[in-house]
């Protein structure tokens, strides 16, 4: 089905309105089913999701106003556009109250109804626009120059317009998401929406609500159907943040989806159709867990069709001052400020850095620097851990003997350390420890568990 137009439902009891009406739509990229009872346009809204319905208000059975009531209380978004051969002022105030989009008289008027589907869906994909605007807040634009940004720049452009699922992998904190969008962004989707769940920061008892909705009266507290993000997502794209916490009971219901296409809302057994582009990603290793049977090997190997690795900050420092530049003009506006100039110094200490919290890490010193640094700002105003003295530096570097460890255990030392010093520096504080070194703090407890470090190595 072309992306260009939407889903719309035409409920008519006049088969000849429901033909010319479809010849129409489907002339113009719609994709259209008809029903001509109320009843009937019910079961399909329950078991698809629609753009638009075009509603007859004289009905046998349950008329068209009760219909758009039932709509409504059945906690449905599809926006409703009424029609009538008889139409009253009654029946018209009636209908906007109960939250009709527009009032069509018969006949029709082919152009009219043309333009009030475009405004319509134009009003739609906006709202939708301004909510991804909103989620993605302050996320950092994709900035840089080095070989490795270039090279994920060209993996982007390859897949994002292909229907190939994407499993980006990499540290907290290195843009995992600003990849899914850029793939969304090239994509034939684009015009759709693109709905992002993090999978981490969901309770497990409320992901598969969160996912895939629930009926009204499905468990304690379900006091309205809800639609789950991947009804929000049909034709568009949804985005599977640390996938790799999601429960094994969703995994399955996931799985279910690459496979057929079909999902069903917490409390029914009703099958519902959708059309998403899955993106994934993670700061696990899934492969050792599928191995640990912590994650399903056969969702793994649908996810996994592209995979996307994105550098960390510090395989790429040479973007270090492009990205400086970004946030300080970036956040200077935010905060009504002047841009700080900043001396080379300052730029070449931060080029220097090892990033473990990577360019969220950035970002938030630079906000520091923003509110309390001088104007230029100096490597006074750097902390001590950025610009440890010439003599303690030297003396670090000395005490190791060359040769006497690979350049993955020395880094993973130098993350323990600096880890280790933050909690020290702020009392043990993990919320605060993890603000400062702009990771979660379920990624913070896990690294503290994996480098075994104890409250009393911080004393």
Request: negative net charge; glycine residues 8%; contains cysteine.
């Amino acid at each position: 089905m072309s992306m260009s137009g939407g889903k719309v439902l035409i409920v008519d009891d006049e088969k000849n309105i429901r033909r010319t009406l479809s010849m129409v739509l489907e002339g113009e990229d719609y994709d259209v089913l008809q029903a001509q009872t109320a009843e009937e346009g019910l079961r399909l809204l329950e078991g698809r999701q629609f753009d638009v319905v075009l509603l007859d208000v004289q009905l046998p059975g349950i008329n068209g106003l009760e219909m758009l009531r039932r709509i409504r209380e059945s906690d449905n978004e599809v926006d409703v556009i009424m029609m009538s051969g008889h139409a009253s002022l009654a029946n018209a105030v009636e209908a906007t109250r109960l939250g009709a989009f527009d009032f069509f008289e018969k006949p029709l008027d082919r152009e009219r109804v043309l333009l009030t589907l475009r405004n319509c869906l134009a009003r739609r994909n906006l709202a939708l626009r301004v909510q991804e605007l909103q989620d993605k807040g302050g996320i950092f634009e994709m900035i840089g120059e080095s070989s490795a940004m270039k090279q994920l720049r060209r993996e982007i452009e390859k897949v994002g317009p292909t229907k190939g699922r994407v499993l980006i992998t990499g540290e907290s904190g290195v843009g995992k998401e600003l990849v899914a969008r850029a793939v969304h962004a090239i994509s034939e989707r684009s015009s759709r929406a693109f709905v992002k769940v993090n999978c981490a920061a969901i309770p497990a008892e409320l992901i598969e609500s969160e996912l895939f909705g629930h009926e009204r009266g499905s468990f304690s507290g379900a006091t309205q159907r809800k639609r789950g993000k991947f009804e929000i997502a049909d034709q568009g794209t949804i985005f599977l943040d640390e996938i790799g916490d999601m429960s094994l009971s969703a995994q399955a219901k996931v799985l279910r989806i690459l496979q057929n296409g079909e999902m069903s809302r917490v409390g029914s057994e009703r099958p519902l159709s959708v059309d998403v582009r899955v993106i994934a990603a993670t700061n696990k290793d899934l492969q050792s867990a599928v191995q640990a049977q912590t994650f399903r090997d056969d969702l793994f190997y649908r996810l996994n069709v592209v995979p996307i690795y994105v550098p960390p900050l510090r395989e790429r420092l040479a973007d270090v001052p492009l990205l400086l530049n970004a946030f300080l003009s970036e956040l200077s506006k935010e905060y009504g400020n002047r841009k700080k100039d900043i001396t080379q110094e300052v730029v070449e200490a931060l080029t220097n850095y090892n990033w473990p919290g990577n360019i969220r890490e950035l970002r938030n010193l630079c906000e520091r620097l923003i509110i309390m640094g001088a104007d230029p700002i100096g490597l006074g105003d750097l902390p001590e851990y950025i610009t440890p003295s010439r003599e303690a530096s030297s003396e670090h570097m000395s005490a190791i003997p060359a040769g006497s460890m690979s350049l993955r255990d020395f880094r993973h030392a130098t993350e323990r350390s600096y880890i280790e010093s933050t909690l020290r520096a702020y009392g043990w504080n993990v919320s605060k420890t993890s603000e400062v070194l702009g990771v979660e703090r379920t990624n913070l407890h896990k690294k503290i568990k994996k480098y075994d470090i104890d409250r009393d190595d911080t004393t």
